[in-house]
Every structure is written in structure tokens, then in C-alpha cells.
């Protein structure tokens, strides 16, 4: 068993050393009474010179320090001192401090488990057992309890550990005499300083940064896992916790370079890499914890085990790995008669113990760069000079090197960005005024200008399409026109956007209302209102802007646009419309009165901008505003329904009909895609035209033709005016 024998008031007590397990049927009575002996017979010279206080009290002098309870990892030694008087003397005559307050090897293993392997060889019960540490006792923390390996009994082998033993396993307090001591982290008995979050004892966390996110799964058949984030060496205080289906493991890299992964599939305490990992896993969540400092570079996945999203939080402390380091004075500038000499700041890696470019330092903005400390030195005057050289004020008449920089270059982009560089030296002026470069350390007192600075940091011109004009028809099929500006950063008209980029400025449209049904009641059929038509609709042709008539109806029919009437700003632009009719037998266009027309007659004028005029300020009205600044909509699909032509014609001569042809095309490659992909709802409906109207060989007599063509002239003055519609489909 383990013992600590303790004297009385004026005895004290007796130290074991650590390792000094001693089993109870070993130890004689003897022994004991010569531990005491020794403690007893202490040179009297090696006490300490007695205090104001103890000489207006009963006490001697302290006595000298013991040797300390362990030879790492933080221990305890004491000091005793005696009452000289017959009567009890108030206070303790025992006081204690740490020692060996350095990092045990790791082979050295944890010392209360120490403590319970060395009862292995003593049976308990009739029996050896196997003990185990059971540490973090919430009511005894300074107890030696011990557990035996595979089973569930649990002994408290010793009422007292030793001396120096962590109360804690995540704590500094440790054991004296049985009772738990606060140890600050400056290895002090008693104090209450504290590490920061870094790890820095009494620190201001300034070296370490927080770091806190949140990840979510995005499932992908090509994809069985993902990386969550990656946690640097030296971070601490990590915890992560996962809600969802998925599953949490761990890659780690040494800074040797050796990988390692733990598939973290249960519950419990592992070390990895040695680090001190705690995980929690629970039927809807997982929780990762540890402490730190992580010992490797460790990277948490998440491999993905159902078809629902799991999310994932995590926080950390990240090291500051890159630091400002002082350096020392550099020599100085003269030999003699005087002058002077500066310190510089390095980047320092902490990792890898090297000096890192400035680079690396200038990452972080809690890093700031130390201001170089300057002075003078050899003021000793030099051999030839006549007498002592006295040292004048630098800034009077030796001026202290300074920085000096080239013009900037041309910037690397007009636009969107670019920078630009120039180059930054340091320069020492003589008195006589002649400038010579020199070493940059003498420079070093003030901070260096920047050789790399952004530019043209406004965006690009970008092209800015007004509002759709409405439809040129009433019901049916029709076009719709858009003014497409580039406008700068600034609102202005200008030039620099890309032809490729630019939105198209016309496009087909749909009015939802039904054409004029003739007297046969056939179905019409007419595209839906939210279908976007650019495509070109004549097989081998662009759309014309001239809105096509057919056989029999009448409808307004626009001619082309003006000249603007500036040439800058904004002026107007005049059109003529006219209600026609297209006549079948004879394949020509008539004019007819406006009001044979009906619905609404397109607009015979508008308003137009001709670029900003040279030397004026650009200022818009309301108006002339919402003219050039509309708002337009793109498609976010990639993939959409468009028409791709016509069938061939199903007459060679006397009427027949085409068929539109739909595809699902790739609205960037305008390549055709599968229609899969293509959302069927919004497929459009069956188009059909009209074709090879030219009337076969006559089979009839003049007066036949003049019959047919006074009874078109008759149905004209009954027909209302319809805009261009999709042929009526017959049955």
C-alpha cells in the first residue's frame, strides 16, 4: 500500500518520493522512526533568518526547501519550521511550493496511473488484479481509486495520492497532503492566472484566431463523402456536432508527412496522433471533441449514409502560426566617429522553427509588425580625426535613409479590377545632397511603402436592356422590342461591352386571347402567354420585324422605324401603320380603311437616344429615364423547349400546312439535348402554317374567278381584325 506518514505539529510531515511505493507487509517499524530520525537531526544552519513576523511570534525560522514529490510534470516540495514556545503557536508549520514544473517523456505515462500499477503484484482479496486510474472523482479528486481491468470493481487503493498528482485531467490543481491545491498556469500554488484561449498563460488571445462555420450536405450519386473542414496543428477547444443521417471520421497528417484516418465508429476516448479525442454518437447526432493542442494537421469528413441533408456546426481556435519576430541590432554604420543602427521584425513559421516570407505574417490583421528600434553606436572619434568628433542630430545635418519609390504602372485591367506595381528602395542623402542606394535594413524605422496597390477597381460597362415594348398583336403570335444599352459605372452610354454578351433586342411574343373564331366554330389553337419565343420561325430565315398576314384577315401592319431626329441625346422616332389584307386568289396585299382593324394600333412613335453629346453633362428626364434604364429578366433554366423549323409542305400547290418542329435545346451551346431535360410542362404547344398557297392549274372560267372574288370582297366587310395567329388546325 502507499503511504504518507505524517509527525505532529512540531514534526511535520514526511515526504515519499515519487516512485517510493513501498507494499505493507515490507515495512518495519524501524524504517519509520528512521525517517524521522533524519528529518529530526536537520542542520540548523540551513534555515532561514527569522522574519519581522515570526520574531513577534512563537516561531522559528522557515527551514529549507525538500526535494520535490516528482522529478516532471509538476510537483510539490515543502518547507517546515518549529513553535519555540510551550503554548500552541497560530498558523501552519508547513508551506509548500511546485517544482519539476517540465513536461514528462510521453513513455513516462500518467502518474496516478503510476500509482495504481504498482498494487498489480499485491494481491486484493486473494486476487492480483490489473489496475486502472479513475480519475475526475467530482467528491474525492485526491483519493487513489483504481479499477480493475475488464471488470466493473472499483478500489480505493490509498486514501491520499502522492504529492504533484493533477486532481484534474484537464486542470493544473494538484494534490498536497490530500487536498486538491489551485495551481494558476504559471505553475503557482494558489494563483488564479489563467491560459487564454491560445493556450497562453495570463494572454490576451491576440495569438490565436476563433473559427466558426457551418457545413451542409449537398448529396451527389458521384459522391460518397465530403470534406467539412480542415483543422491546422496547434489548434484548440474544437468541437464540431453533426445533425443528420451522416457519419463523421478524421484524416490526420503529421507534420513528418505520415496520414493516418479514424473511422470514429462508436462512442468514447481515443487518442489520435497524440491527441485527446472525445466523441459522442447518438442515433440523429454526433458530437467531436478536443481539447488541444492538436498535434497534427487533422481534416473532419462526412461520409454520406442517407438520402436526407445533415448539417454540421463547428468552432476552434485556430494558431497564429506566422509571427513577427524582433531581430537583433544590425551592425552599425560606421566604424567610429559615430553612427547608428537599427532592428528589424521577421516572419517567423512556428512550425517549422524557419524565417518565412513578409507575406505570411501581413495574412493575419491581429499581426502587427513591431516598429524597428534605432540608436547609436561607435561613437568613439576614428584614429586620423583631431579630438573628440562630436555627433550631430541625424535630422540636421545627416539625414536618416529614407524610402524612395518609382511612378506606379499602367494598371493591369481598364476595368473590374487590375493592379499595379512599383518599385520601393531605400536611399541614404551625404551632405552634399548626392543620393546613393543602400542596404534596406537602415530604412527599417518606418514602415515601407506598398509596392502592389489595387486599381480600376469599378466594374466593367455592362448591358442595360429597357423594358419590352407591349406585343405588336392583340391575340396570337407577335414580336416585342427592347432599347439595349452599355452603360459604365458611372450611368453613362458608352462602349466596351462585349457583342457576345449583349441581350438580343427583339423576340416573339404571345397574346393569350383568341383570335377570331370563322363561322365553322374550328378550334384555334394559340401559345400560352408565358412562353418566350426568340427563335427564328421561317425555316432558313430571320424573323422579319414585319408581322406577317394571313389569307382572308385583315390587320394593322407597321412599316419601319425613322432615323432618329438627333444625332445625341434624346429625340423621336415615326413609323406609318396600316390596316391590309392579303388576298388569296390573286397573292397580293390590299389597303384598307384603319377602322376595318380592330384592337389596339400599334404606336407610331417613340422616343430614341443617339449616345451622349460631347461637352454636356448627361441628364435624363423621368421620361427619358425609364427609357433607357428598364428592367429585364433572364431565364435561369439552361434547358428550354424552342421551335427549330418546319416540316415539308403536305400540298405541292393549292393550300397545305407545315408543322413546327419543337426540340429541347441547350440555351448556352444551342446544342440539342435529350428532352428529359426539358421541363414537359412548358413544352409549347403544336404550331401549324400555312403553305404553298400558289393555286394549282385552273380548273375553272373567268367567270367562275370573278364569282369567288366578289365573295371574298364580302366577307372582308363582316371579318374583324385579327392579329397574327397559329392556322386553324382542322379536325
Avoid at 405588336?472 to 422590342?481: F, S
Avoid at 450611368?491 to 397574346?511: D, L, M, N, Q, R
Avoid at 400599334?602 to 425609364?626: F, I, W
Wanted: hydrophobic letters at 30%; one cysteine or more; proline letters at 6%.
Amino acid at each position: 500500500m502507499i503511504i504518507l506518514v505524517c509527525g505532529d505539529q512540531n514534526q511535520g510531515a514526511v515526504f515519499l518520493r515519487e516512485f517510493t511505493l513501498i507494499r505493507r507487509e515490507s515495512l518495519h517499524d524501524d524504517f519509520l522512526s528512521d525517517l524521522l530520525n533524519n528529518h529530526k537531526t536537520e542542520d540548523p544552519s540551513s534555515r532561514t533568518a527569522r522574519s519581522e513576523e515570526d520574531r513577534d511570534s512563537l516561531w522559528d525560522a522557515w527551514g529549507s526547501w525538500s526535494e520535490c514529490s516528482r522529478t516532471c510534470g509538476g510537483g510539490a516540495s515543502y518547507s517546515l519550521r518549529r513553535c519555540l514556545s510551550s503554548k500552541t503557536c497560530e498558523g501552519r508549520n508547513i508551506r509548500y511550493r511546485t517544482c519539476s514544473n517540465v513536461d514528462c517523456p510521453p513513455e513516462a505515462g500518467d502518474f496516478r496511473a503510476q500509482q495504481c500499477s504498482a498494487h498489480n503484484d499485491v494481491k486484493y482479496q486473494g486476487q492480483f488484479y490489473e489496475w486502472l486510474p479513475v480519475s475526475n472523482d467530482p467528491d474525492n479528486p485526491c483519493s487513489l481509486k483504481c479499477q480493475a481491468r475488464g471488470a466493473a470493481l472499483v478500489v480505493e487503493l490509498a486514501p491520499k495520492v502522492l504529492d504533484g498528482t493533477r486532481c484534474y485531467t484537464e486542470s493544473l490543481d494538484m494534490c498536497i497532503s490530500g487536498l486538491c491545491q489551485i495551481v494558476g498556469c504559471d505553475r503557482q500554488l494558489g494563483s488564479a492566472v489563467k491560459e487564454d484561449n491560445c493556450g497562453v498563460c495570463n494572454g490576451d488571445g491576440s495569438t490565436c484566431r476563433l473559427v466558426r462555420g457551418q457545413y451542409k450536405s449537398q448529396l451527389s450519386e458521384n459522391k460518397l463523402d465530403d470534406t467539412v473542414v480542415a483543422i491546422p496543428y496547434g489548434s484548440r477547444h474544437v468541437r464540431l456536432v453533426l445533425k443528420g443521417p451522416d457519419h463523421l471520421y478524421l484524416e490526420t497528417k503529421t507534420l513528418q508527412g505520415v496520414k493516418g484516418e479514424n473511422n470514429l465508429s462508436s462512442t468514447g476516448s481515443f487518442i489520435v496522433d497524440n491527441s485527446s479525442i472525445d466523441f459522442q454518437k447518438f442515433p440523429d447526432k454526433e458530437i467531436l471533441r478536443i481539447s488541444g493542442p492538436l498535434t497534427a494537421d487533422f481534416t473532419v469528413k462526412i461520409r454520406y449514409a442517407g438520402a436526407a441533408d445533415s448539417s454540421v456546426q463547428f468552432i476552434f481556435y485556430q494558431p497564429i502560426i506566422h509571427r513577427w519576430r524582433e531581430t537583433d541590432f544590425f551592425p552599425c554604420s560606421a566604424s567610429c566617429g559615430g553612427g547608428y543602427q537599427l532592428t528589424s521584425a521577421e516572419c517567423f513559421d512556428l512550425r517549422s522553427n524557419r524565417v518565412v516570407a513578409d507575406q505570411y505574417c501581413h495574412y493575419y490583421p491581429e499581426n502587427i509588425k513591431p516598429k524597428p528600434k534605432l540608436q547609436e553606436c561607435n561613437l568613439d572619434p576614428c584614429p586620423a580625426s583631431d579630438g573628440y568628433k562630436q555627433i550631430m542630430p541625424y535630422d540636421l545635418y545627416h539625414p536618416l535613409p529614407r524610402w524612395e519609390s518609382t511612378p506606379w504602372t499602367a494598371c493591369s485591367s481598364s476595368c473590374g479590377g487590375g493592379i499595379q506595381s512599383r518599385s520601393v528602395s531605400c536611399v541614404e542623402e551625404d551632405i552634399q545632397g548626392h543620393i546613393s542606394p543602400v542596404e534596406e535594413w537602415k530604412c527599417m524605422y518606418t514602415l515601407k511603402m506598398p509596392v502592389v496597390q489595387p486599381c480600376n477597381i469599378f466594374d466593367c460597362p455592362k448591358w442595360l436592356a429597357q423594358e419590352w415594348s407591349p406585343c405588336t398583336v392583340t391575340c396570337g403570335q407577335g414580336l416585342r422590342y427592347r432599347v439595349v444599352l452599355c452603360i459604365d459605372h458611372r450611368g453613362i452610354h458608352t462602349g466596351g461591352c462585349s457583342s457576345k454578351t449583349k441581350p438580343h433586342i427583339k423576340e416573339e411574343c404571345i397574346v393569350p386571347t383568341p383570335c377570331y373564331k370563322p363561322k365553322e366554330k374550328l378550334p384555334v389553337e394559340a401559345k400560352l402567354p408565358w412562353y418566350k419565343q426568340a427563335q427564328e420561325l421561317e425555316e432558313g430565315a430571320v424573323v422579319s420585324e414585319e408581322p406577317s398576314l394571313l389569307i382572308g384577315f385583315s390587320r394593322f401592319i407597321p412599316e419601319a422605324w425613322s432615323s432618329c431626329s438627333v444625332t445625341c441625346g434624346v429625340g423621336s422616332q415615326v413609323r406609318l401603320v396600316k390596316c391590309q389584307v392579303l388576298l388569296s386568289f390573286s397573292q397580293s396585299v390590299a389597303d384598307l380603311p384603319i377602322d376595318e382593324c380592330e384592337g389596339p394600333k400599334p404606336v407610331s412613335q417613340r422616343a430614341c437616344y443617339s449616345g451622349p453629346c460631347s461637352g454636356e453633362a448627361t441628364e435624363y428626364t423621368p421620361e427619358e429615364t425609364d427609357l433607357l434604364y428598364g428592367s429585364f429578366q433572364e431565364f435561369d433554366e439552361l434547358y428550354d423547349w424552342e421551335y427549330e423549323g418546319f416540316t415539308e409542305c403536305s400540298e405541292s400547290c393549292g393550300g397545305g400546312v407545315q408543322e413546327a418542329v419543337v426540340t429541347c435545346l441547350n440555351k448556352q451551346t444551342r446544342e440539342i439535348a435529350d428532352e428529359t431535360l426539358c421541363v414537359m410542362s412548358r413544352r409549347p404547344p403544336q404550331l401549324l402554317k400555312a403553305c404553298s398557297l400558289d393555286p394549282c392549274p385552273p380548273k375553272m372560267g373567268d367567270w367562275e374567278m370573278e364569282h369567288l372574288q366578289s365573295y371574298l370582297w364580302g366577307r372582308i366587310a363582316d371579318t374583324r381584325c385579327l392579329l397574327f395567329s397559329p392556322i386553324i388546325k382542322r379536325n
